[in-house]
């Protein structure tokens, strides 16, 4: 249930009503933005009259929601979240970004090398996997801790916030100094892993699984949030369907879908829903087209001889133009 409160609501009339909403044993998540003020009420609101709190002076109006997800949800928090990737890097609200950088760390010369590249052309944010989700366990698993080193060095070269992804909660510690973490498509229902990362203030990059529906994906934002982190991206990256000639089909349905119902940063990425680095530039196209906050691209200097995920890599070269070519959709489809 949401509860708006009128603009100049007496003070004291408020507090009387937190606290007959807290002794129904609900819980209250305030959001108070620049015009209005609106309650989420978690918990059994079943036996809460609603034309009771209708009446009050103080109320604008009272809303019972059907979804499950309540932190989440854009009725509860009507504008958009602004969050902050490290060092006043912002995405949410009209700030786009690009995420870019290689599948997985491979060395000290070629993530460097990559992050001034991606840098230089646009990129403000550095992606890289340290600890890799590999189908094969005799795949290349990452070069983990010593990975997790080298991206802080991209970091401190660059001055570019990073992100990588974390494949189990015993691991937070070692992301200490990492900006973002990612949560990879496989773990999007790792619940234990969302709640833990929901009690850390890190913003967190929620990949959508590989096969979970866009309420599926709300709801595991919903965990890290119930938790107290507020700091969620979602990220479509493709889901699984019969189509065989990409990798995985990309859903940018799910992006206006996602923006409706939530007031969360959205982010596509176009190179594991795709598989094929050719297509990278126009479905990034299209993603910006139908209004994601940001991409996420793997690019590569050497995709032939990448550890991982080299036929969906964009050389540096390729990816500056991608930057080119989106910034000015952007500017075509403002309004
Ligand atoms: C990745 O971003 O490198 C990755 C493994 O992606 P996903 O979890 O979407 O497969
Ligand atoms: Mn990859």
Known sequence: MIVILKNDADKQKVEIL?????????????SVGEYTTVWGLVGD??????????GLEIVEGVRRISEPYKQANRKFHPDDTVIDLGGGVKIGGGN??????PCSVEGEEQIIGIAESV???GANVLRGGAFKPRTSPYAFQGMREDGLKL????KKITGMPIVTEIM???HIDLFEDVDVIQVGARNMQNFELLKELGKTDKPIFLKRGLSATIQELLMSAEYIMANGNNKVILCERGIRTFETATRNTLDL????????????????????????ARLVKPMAYAAAACGADGIMIEVHNDPAKALCDGPQALTPEQFA???????KIISAVKE
């Open 18 to 30: 937190a606290q007959w909403l807290q002794n129904q044993q609900v819980e209250i998540h305030k």
């Open 45 to 54: 609101t079943s036996r809460i009259d609603t034309d009771l709190i209708e």
């Open 96 to 101: 786009f970004q690009f995420f870019a950088g």
């Open 119 to 121: 840098k230089a052309s």
């Open 151 to 154: 991206l802080l060095e991209a």
């Open 168 to 170: 189990d909660a015993s």
């Open 253 to 276: 349905s799910a992006v206006p879908i996602l923006k409706e119902k939530s007031h969360l940063p959205v982010v596509v990425d176009p190179s594991h829903a795709s598989g094929i």
């Open 321 to 327: 133009e991608v930057t080119k070519g989106v910034e």
